[in-house]
């Protein structure tokens, strides 16, 4: 479920902003609604939600949403500086695969309005954005943003770029695919099943230009901790993750969670899917979170780490942890203490 109330840098905004300026729209009525300040849309520190960009998105299409390819010309704008350290992460992987599972990991990082998810099959990757929570008024050109957005890293962490092999977007064609053919060097397929770049699966074990261990590891850890910040939940939300936080060593189940709150199990899943969430996702972040932690800074074995964060057995914890990070707890635990140690150059 899309958290349209978790907070990311401004730099998105003035992305948008800067599109609306040079077609003659005043920053203010680009902002107007979406409760921002033109001082916030340049100051790195400031902060806004997904939901205050969808109405400055709103804004710029009621303006030129009939300019074919909108989406794509703003996506050609997001460099991989745009995002931070997720951006820097992916810049310092070891190979194309490493990127792609750092990114997804981290993903709520990217300015991705929906799921991200790769597979690969027959010699191919294929890259699939899920647009379905999108709001359908946005949902063209945000889906255009993400796709391209993929392209330019892909051209920034290659010299040359990742060849498409097909590219398809489930909403209809626009009266001119220029935009789409010189971002992404193929013609696009409109109106198709899903939302999908597929690339030769070659590339993914291609060494990165700029690979560095203790780069990668060191902006990783700050998107980890970037992530545990901005999830730092209000609301009902925040009272439920406190709880399931106060003793690690028996995190509660929803009756136990609701009886605290004095509330019903079920107003319980009211009140958090009306803030954009619910136990189970509350429950799989705070795991997730803690099962970082007791992985990085203490000896606990895997059957420890998943006897104290309240799974019945290891072999559950393992296929969570695999989800989580794209690999098994002592895989992670591995590559954590290699990036600890220095290299002697």
């Known amino acids: 479920m899309f958290d349209w109330d978790l907070v990311r840098t401004t730099a998105s905004v003035h992305i948008l902003t800067q599109l609306a300026t040079e077609r003659g729209m005043r920053t203010s ?24 960009e969808v109405a400055v998105v709103r804004n710029l299409l009621a303006r030129f ?5 909108l989406g794509v010309e703003a996506g050609s704008r997001y460099h991989i500086s745009v995002y931070g350290p997720w951006g820097l992460a992916l810049l310092a992987s070891r190979t194309l695969r490493d ?8 993903i709520e990082l990217a300015f991705a309005f929906g799921q991200l998810s790769f597979e690969e099959s027959a010699g191919e990757g294929f890259l699939r954005f899920d647009d379905g929570e999108v709001p359908e008024d946005v949902r063209a050109f945000l889906t255009e943003r993400v796709m391209t957005g993929i392209q330019m890293i892909g051209r920034e962490l290659f010299s040359m770029g990742v060849p498409l092999r097909r590219l398809s977007f489930r909403h209809p064609a626009p009266a001119d695919t220029a935009r789409y053919r010189e971002a992404f060097g193929i013609e696009p397929a409109f109106g198709a099943a899903r939302n999908e770049i597929v690339f030769d699966g070659a590339y993914l074990d291609v060494p990165l230009p700029r690979a560095n261990e203790w780069a990668r590891s060191a902006c990783e850890q700050m998107c980890r901790d970037l ?16 709880l399931l936080v106060r003793n690690p060593g028996e995190i509660p189940d929803q009756a136990a ?5 004095f509330v019903s199990p079920r107003t319980l899943s009211r009140r958090l899917n009306e803030e954009g969430t619910s136990f189970r996702a509350l429950l799989d972040e705070v795991r997730q979170a803690l099962s970082e932690e007791l992985l990085d800074h203490t000896p606990m074995t895997t059957e420890q780490v998943a006897a104290r964060l309240g799974y019945a057995e290891a072999a559950s914890f393992i296929r969570a942890f695999r989800r989580w990070q794209g690999c098994p707890p002592q895989e992670y635990r591995a590559r954590g203490q290699r990036a600890r140690i220095p290299e002697l150059v």
């Open 99 to 106: 990127a792609v599972d750092i990114a997804l990991r981290h």
């Open 227 to 242: 992530l545990t910040r901005r999830h730092a939940r209000t609301g009902v939300a925040g009272l439920v993750r406190d």
């Open 29 to 52: 009525e680009c902002l107007a609604g979406a409760g921002l300040a033109a001082e916030a849309v340049i100051d790195s520190n400031a902060e806004v939600t997904a939901r205050q």
């Open 257 to 261: 969670v609701a009886a605290e709150l």
């Open 65 to 69: 949403g009939n300019e074919p390819g």
